[in-house]
């Protein structure tokens, strides 16, 4: 059937990504006919990547999961059978019933994390648990560490929104490839640079990102060293801006006492750089004004990644730059007690830490499991721990997800779920000041159903009574913009356009013990965090440092339908190669206490000696059984009990 209207609808990328690209998607016959950027929204322009321009294969996809199933072979073996939702919703709501019967509701945990942003389909499900009293992991695994950081100096996270540093003469691009990782903000940074920016790239490996600047080749980890060294020579050399200083800071009359041992022999030492290249940073760092400082997540994903981004965000203050960096922009003040139910919780939250999870499992604490918008089977550390914990008999895992999954393959009962056209939402973004709503566009294929519709559907079968389960998601997502007082405009006026811009908080204002910008932190030293920055060297006596980013076709482990495209390889400098003996294009197995991987080596320049690159989050079912998280390390960092990925050292042979 070729006839009938075209519908247009609102949407919103929902993925674990900077841009969150409002998009206006046109529907004919109850299928989606194409999507396109929604160039009225400011951020978003005309500008899709790749992923976003074709998404009906991933829709439509045959591997799509369309109904229920029950496991009836052995864990890991991926052997199922076809059930009802009735059955499935029966089982599930009997076994809660058990296991916190038997062992406490504590024991059943609540597995989720950022596999759509959409502020009703991620946290509405929390109602759920919070009513059952269950446990939850805590979102660690990412960029806490750094949010330690800047909320240790400045009380916040917000720093420079697109717009502005677009408009800078000078923009640092720090341990970030928005080349691959925000498909707008390398073009900001072109368009600065077209208009005379000059654009420094602090990273070990050449990026695509560090083609368009001055390079950088910095030795992993040896960030905090590199920034504390400049400050020793902005202090030194009287290149503070004592006024700003004076008026915004505290602690910087301390701050010599830690950075006068970082003169720039022992700086060029520790971080690879020459001297020249250090002083003309410096030297431009003072002379161009506005300028930016872009602190990337995955530098933060060190032993020693908070300290690395507290150092770093320091540098703008000294020379009165008010908070002259971009990490995280988390605009908005919505009620999240309201929209995660906190109120119909009657026992003490019980919260494991999604990093070293392996370990959680390993001591039997965890009975019955709910895994959504997450695929841990492939995006832990420590795989080999992990998925020993899955597979134990002793705990009832439940999967909602739409692709049969490493982690679904490991389930008990395997739910359908939704793509973001099936559902109601509305997002906010990490990087521009904008909310954008994304509207139901199709109805959902097979018998999906939304993470929503699905723990509502649950709380029926347990014949649960408080009202906050059952709220639909508009009635949701209207309440939080109607309590907001950062979002401009109504909630009606969101389906006029499909965003409505957030208001920016006072930069001037910094929600700090002493409410000013902490050099010195009095807080932090007591919580054992050091009460000024600090350079923590990470070393191993094994010879490579493993660096693990995610490949531009994925976001972490979603649109797996790229693979064809995407084969697992470990890149290795030709010096390290030859000196190993290793061709290019053989195969490799690297190791080290955690396991052993074997993979395809490519020769590559760009990486430097003593690291190695490949990408992190491959399904290990669709590359030969194991990805690189069977080597990374479970190390949680103080900062944020965050992880330190790129702390992971391995032999090669």
């Not at 811009?501 to 910008?517: A, E, G, M, S, W």
């Not at 197995?589 to 430097?608: F, I, Q, R, Y």
Request: a positive charge.
């Amino acid at each position: 059937m070729t006839g009938g209207a075209l519908l247009y609808v609102f949407s919103t990328c929902p993925r674990d990504c900077y841009d969150t690209c409002s998009m206006v998607t046109r529907v004919r016959n109850d299928r989606l006919h194409a999507s396109e950027p929604n160039s009225k929204q400011p951020f978003t322009g005309d500008l899709l990547c790749p992923k976003g321009r074709n998404l009906t294969p991933y829709v439509y996809s045959k591997q799509r999961l369309l109904y229920p199933m029950r496991r009836t072979g052995k864990k890991g073996s991926g052997e199922f059978e076809k059930i009802t939702w009735n059955d499935a919703l029966k089982e599930i709501a009997q076994k809660v019933r058990e296991v916190s019967d038997r062992h406490g509701p504590e024991s059943i945990l609540q597995f989720d994390y950022a596999g759509t942003m959409g502020l009703v389909q991620r946290y509405f499900p929390s109602r759920f648990f919070n009513a059952i009293g269950a446990s939850r992991v805590s979102h660690t695994i990412c960029s806490s560490a750094g949010d330690k950081a800047l909320r240790i100096v400045y009380g916040s996270t917000l720093g420079m929104l697109p717009d502005e540093i677009e408009k800078c003469r000078l923009i640092v691009v720090w341990g970030m490839n928005p080349a691959w990782s925000s498909p707008h903000g390398i073009e900001i940074l072109k368009r600065a640079a077209k208009r005379g920016a000059k654009i420094y790239v602090v990273d070990p490996v050449r990026t695509a990102t560090a083609e368009i600047g001055v390079h950088l080749p910095i030795k992993p980890a040896t960030d905090a060293a590199l920034a504390l060294g400049i400050m020793n020579h902005l202090i030194q050399n009287k290149l503070c801006n004592e006024l700003f200083l004076d008026h915004a800071t505290t602690g910087f009359d301390r701050l010599a006492g830690v950075t006068s041992k970082y003169d720039m022999t022992t700086i060029s030492k520790t971080t690879g750089l020459t001297t020249r290249q250090i002083e003309d940073f410096i030297g431009d760092y003072v002379s161009l004004r506005p300028n930016c400082i872009m602190i990337g997540y995955g530098m933060q994903r060190q032993r020693n990644g908070g300290e690395m981004v507290r150092a770093i965000s320091i540098l703008p203050a000294l020379i009165g730059e008010n908070r002259g960096f971009f990490y995280s922009t988390d605009l908005g003040d919505f009620d999240m007690d309201y929209l995660e139910g906190s109120a119909i919780r009657s026992r003490k939250l019980t919260t494991y830490n999604m990093v070293d999870i392996g370990r959680t499992l390993q001591a039997g604490k965890i009975k019955m499991m709910f895994a959504y918008n997450c695929n841990p089977l492939a995006t832990l550390p420590n795989q080999g721990l992990v998925r020993k914990g899955f597979a134990s008999e002793d705990m009832f895992t439940v999967v909602h997800d739409l692709f049969q999954t490493d982690t679904a393959d490991y389930a008990d009962i395997v739910l359908p779920a939704t793509s973001f056209f099936e559902h109601y939402d509305i997002h906010t973004s990490y990087f521009h000041n904008y909310l954008s709503v994304n509207e139901k566009a199709i109805e959902p294929v097979g018998e999906a159903r939304s993470n929503s519709d699905t723990f509502r559907a649950l709380a029926t079968a347990m014949r649960l009574t408080q009202k906050e389960l059952f709220e639909d998601d508009m009635k949701v997502a209207k309440t939080l913009v109607s309590k907001s007082k950062s979002v401009e405009g109504r909630f009606e006026d969101i389906t006029k356009k499909g965003f409505l811009k957030l208001k920016v908080p006072d930069r001037r204002v910094y929600p700090t013990p002493t409410k000013k910008i902490e050099i010195y932190s009095a807080a932090s030293e007591a919580e054992g965090l050091g009460g000024l920055p600090a350079h923590v060297p990470v070393s191993s006596n094994l010879p490579y440092m493993l660096l693990t980013p995610v490949h531009k076709f994925l976001v972490r482990s979603q649109y797996h339908l790229r693979w064809h495209d995407i084969q697992p390889v470990v890149y290795v400098n030709p010096e390290d190669a030859k000196a190993e003996g290793v061709d290019d294009g053989s195969s490799v197995t690297l190791s080290n206490e955690l396991g052993e991987w074997t993979v395809k080596c490519e020769l590559s320049d760009a990486v430097p000696r003593g690291v190695l690159m490949t990408y992190s989050v491959l399904w290990p079912k669709l590359s030969g059984g194991k990805n690189a998280n069977f080597l990374t390390t479970d190390f949680v960092q103080r900062y944020g009990q965050n992880s330190g990925f790129n702390s992971t050292f391995v032999r090669m042979m």
